[in-house]
């Protein structure tokens, strides 16, 4: 068997950790995961969390990231989608303003679009370059949900 080899190495870098609760966000890329899982295919979406305080140096949004299963495997080996009613990826675009359809869903269709996801911590063991491990919080995205603009403030009236 023939391989391809890589001189590229992976450099330990800590995973972004921020406040648990909902942030506005934009949808900026959609890529399948390089590993199959248990079940299946999934397709990860990376979110640009809309936050002028989450700002890096040069000025881009922190990136969190959510995973969704694309396509189920079958007991025969072969693959279904997941693009079905009630599935977690279709709850995601309808969030992003598709409309199901059995015509297909093409996810670039959606990049730029805004949603409010729930971020969650989730705890991970970290190895720095001198192999000393701790175990540290990161955050996720567990939720997408349709963005609803502001709401105009509400003025109170004086009672007098």
Known sequence: ????????VATPQKRPNIKKGFYHARLAEVKPKKAESKYGKKAVL?????????????????????????EYKQENGSYRTAVTPNSK??????????????QGLDT???????????VQDYDYDFTDENNKTETLKASTIDDVNPWEDAQPSVTEEVVK
């Open 46 to 70: 990376l979110f640009d969390i809309l936050d002028e305080k989450l700002k890096d140096n040069e000025g881009k949004y922190l990136q969190l990231a959510t995973e969704v299963y694309s």
């Open 89 to 102: 990826i279709t709850k995601v675009f309808q969030a992003l303003g598709w409309k199901f359809s059995t």
């Open 1 to 8: 068997m023939k391989m391809d080899v890589s001189d590229k």
């Open 108 to 118: 670039n269709d959606f990049i730029g679009a805004e949603a409010e996801v729930l």
